[in-house]
């Protein structure tokens, strides 16, 4: 077991890759603490979870519910070895259609709540303990009607070498996770119809390496790695799973 009695505190832990990866953090032996805005989605969660994980409602875009989250987990467990900073979503606006408040809302969930996501646990996170975000192919590569949220991703994959700076001296390790496309719920709350979608999701394969989209347990796996031991000379880094899509 690569993180028996380890605490693992998950943000966008209700679906997709964070779900996956906190069952197998569990499987691994963690006791994990799940975070979603989605009270449904969240209940759903706990159960896939075998009603073993600490649930909590919360949204990363207000400080106070993730300062409320860690307390929580304080109160439970005292400390934290594993921070899994992955909540994220968009919708699609090309240049013209986008708006201060559309930039202002990307920037709250998927940058500065990645960042208090990380402030805020970083206090009882213990020796040894490790950090890992969720960034994105779209950090390497353009992609039409995605630019704000592409700009935050790449700010994150910024945050986890500055970061990463400064937490080691206490033995607390950062990295970031790279997705590409990965067959998750991510798509379907973009607010493209269908058939848009089916052509957007073909059109992405075309241009894979491995011709096909990743599975959410590809990414738990590499979130495995960077989460125990295994990875404990890596930080600051950015690991890429992602079927080629930015490689070639
Ligand atoms: N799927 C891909 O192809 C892909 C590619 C590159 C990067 N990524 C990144 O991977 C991460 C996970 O996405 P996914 O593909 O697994 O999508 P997903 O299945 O839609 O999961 C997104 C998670 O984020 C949570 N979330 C959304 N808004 C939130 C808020 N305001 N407060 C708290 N939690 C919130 C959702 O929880 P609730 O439902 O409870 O709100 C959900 O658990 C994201 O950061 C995404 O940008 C995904």
Known sequence: ????????????????????????????????VLVGSNEARLAAAGEELKGKALLVRADIRKVADIERAVEETRAR??????????????????????????????LALNFTGTFFTIQKTAPIIAQGGSIIVTTSFLNTIGYPGLSILAATKAATRSLVRTLGAELAPRGIRVNAVSPGAIATPFYSKMGLPDDVLSQVASGITEKIGLKRFGEPVELAKTVLFLASDDSSYTTGAELVVDGGLTQF
């Open 1 to 32: 077991m690569k993180l028996k009695n380890k605490v693992a505190f998950v943000t966008g832990g209700t679906s997709g890759i964070g779900l996956e990866t906190a069952k197998l953090f569990q499987a691994e032996g963690a006791h994990v």
């Open 77 to 106: 467990f005292g400390h934290i070895d594993v921070v899994f900073a992955n909540a994220g979503a968009t919708t699609v606006a090309p240049l013209e259609a986008v708006t201060e408040e559309y930039v202002a809302d990307n």
